[in-house]
Nanobody
Framework: QVQLVESGGGLVQPGGSLRLSCVVSGLAFSRYTMGWFRQSPGKERVFVAAIRWDGITTYHADSVKGRFAISRDNAKNTLLLQMDSLKLEDTAVYYC????????????????????WGQGTQVTVSS
């Protein structure tokens, strides 16, 4: 059974930083592209960032480019998202997700290729 467990969310002031983690079990983590998504109240879930299974190639949505950085530690089955210079509009529930294709080579990966999801962690940016 695949499990993805996010942590690290919280309340932060604008301009602050947070680091999200996602520990994955039940999956050959190092073989799968992983991603972060977020969903704000009343809005659809949107793609934030992705990192290929090799940990080298990354993709960041324009809205977070230069402020967020996705990374992974394959030895610890952990996905990370460093979030700096946070803005009010970054407030959302953040979800960790795993691609359905082992060693997938589509880049950036289609959002429809993500099939395993965590329960989400709340990030609130407020003064």
């Amino acid at each position: 059974q695949v499990q993805l467990v996010e942590s690290g969310g919280g309340l932060v002031q604008p301009g602050g930083s947070l680091r999200l983690s996602c520990v994955v079990s039940g999956l050959a983590f190092s073989r799968y592209t992983m991603g972060w998504f977020r969903q704000s109240p009343g809005k659809e879930r949107v793609f934030v960032a992705a990192i290929r299974w090799d940990g080298i190639t990354t993709y960041h949505a324009d809205s977070v480019k230069g402020r967020f950085a996705i990374s992974r530690d394959n030895a610890k089955n952990t996905l990370l998202l460093q979030m700096d210079s946070l803005k009010l509009e970054d407030t959302a529930v953040y979800y960790c997700a795993g691609n359905t294709n082992e060693y997938g080579d589509k880049w950036p990966p289609p959002t429809t290729d993500f099939g395993s999801w965590g329960q989400g962690t709340q990030v609130t940016v407020s003064s």
